[in-house]
């Protein structure tokens, strides 16, 4: 079952514009974790953000957390041709002494150089 | 390198001959899970594996078998393939499975079952 909705599903900006993508979940979480597609390939972890945190940055991404809201958003700043890909927000959830992920359908960003 | 693979890449098969796909783990992690890729559906965990012999279902099991004898490998085993089971299938592993931990994926295995 799908834990995360991303908003928008597909995004397409020009390099160097701001790529923003949204992620709304539906009951309590331990974390909230942002993860990269590059086409039919495999995920690769971004940034993980504490249920307790508001903010995070790494690099160009900045990750806002409002579990008021129960929404995630991701900021790519600076967009460059190669940010072309698939992401996907994923909740972390504490489930029978394991940590539940459950990932969201994602965005598809395309950057135009 | 620390890394997650998958066998293999791709992989056409017809209905019911059973095939197995692969998956091993270098970064000594005690957990791993498989997970389903489907369009408009984004990924859905299959199974899951806190350590040697613990399994256990993930949410979407059925058709689908798995077997964790030793620490570093995870295979994925369908005994009797149906179409229904076309989809692109990840493979990844945690340190311990807990709060608060990055997945690692394999680079995916895409099944044709006709």
């Known amino acids: 079952s799908q834990q995360g909705e991303e908003d928008p599903q597909a995004l397409s900006i020009q390099e160097g514009e701001n790529a923003t993508m949204n992620c709304s979940y539906k009951?309590?979480?331990?974390?909230l974790q942002w993860y990269r597609q590059n086409s039919g390939r495999g995920l690769v972890h971004l940034i993980l953000i504490r249920s307790n945190e508001r903010e995070k940055h790494s690099g160009r991404l900045r990750v806002t957390l409002d579990t008021s809201k129960k929404s995630s958003s991701l900021l790519i700043t600076a967009s460059r041709a190669a940010d072309t890909a698939s992401y996907f927000c994923?909740?972390?959830?504490?489930?029978?002494?394991?940590?539940?992920?459950?990932f969201g359908i994602g965005t598809k960003l395309q950057v135009i150089p | 390198e620390a890394q997650v693979t998958q066998n293999p890449r791709y992989l056409i098969t017809v209905t019911g001959k059973k095939l197995t796909v692969t998956c091993s783990q270098n970064m000594n992690h005690e957990y791993m899970s498989w997970y389903r890729q489907d369009p408009g559906l984004g990924l859905r965990q299959i199974y899951y594996s806190m350590n040697v012999e613990v399994t256990d279902k993930g949410d979407v099991p059925e058709g689908y078998k798995v077997s964790r004898k030793e620490k570093r490998n995870f295979p994925l085993i369908l005994e009797s393939p149906s179409p229904n089971q076309t989809s692109l299938y990840f493979c990844a592993s945690s340190l311990l499975g807990g709060g608060n931990e990055k997945l690692f994926f394999g680079s995916g295995t895409q099944l044709s079952v006709l």
């Open positions: 009951t309590s979480i331990n974390n």
């Open positions: 994923a909740t972390g959830k504490n489930s029978g002494g394991y940590q539940k992920v459950t």
